[in-house]
């Protein structure tokens, strides 16, 4: 069983930049495949970002040149930062934990945090 806390949402005017965290406080998270996921209301969760045990980074059509993602191993943190934001962006954002090399398929994922609101206003 693996933990997972976000943190690092909040409101923010269009154009601004946010930096997302996930940490895991009771389990290295070393061997797992990470990603990001958002959920705006009435929509079904999207992929945002994935970073695989070994570094490899990969990224949805819709945040690619804007977010980035990184991931700190020996302190079990996982990063998104967050530029340019546009009002789409508004969503509650889950980080998750799968496998090796992780997913853009959120069924995959066996490990979720609670997740962490992010508004952008126009």
């Known amino acids: 069983q693996v933990r997972l806390v976000e943190s690092g949402g909040g409101l923010v005017q269009a154009g601004d930049s946010l930096t997302l965290s996930c940490v895991a406080p009771?389990?290295?998270?070393?061997?797992?495949?990470m990603a990001w996921f958002r959920q705006a209301p009435g929509k079904e969760r999207e992929f945002v970002a994935g970073i695989a045990w070994s570094g490899g980074t990969y990224y949805g059509d819709s945040v690619k040149g804007r977010f980035t993602i990184s991931r700190d191993n020996a302190n079990d943190t996982m990063y998104l930062q967050m530029n340019s934001l546009k009002p789409e962006d508004t969503a509650v954002y889950y980080c998750?934990?799968?496998?090796?090399?992780?997913?853009?398929?959120?069924?995959?994922?066996?490990?979720w945090g609670q997740g962490t609101q992010v508004t952008v206003s126009s």
């Open positions: 009771d389990q290295t998270f070393t061997r797992y495949g």
């Open positions: 998750a934990a799968y496998g090796p090399f992780g997913s853009r398929n959120p069924a995959e994922y066996d490990y």
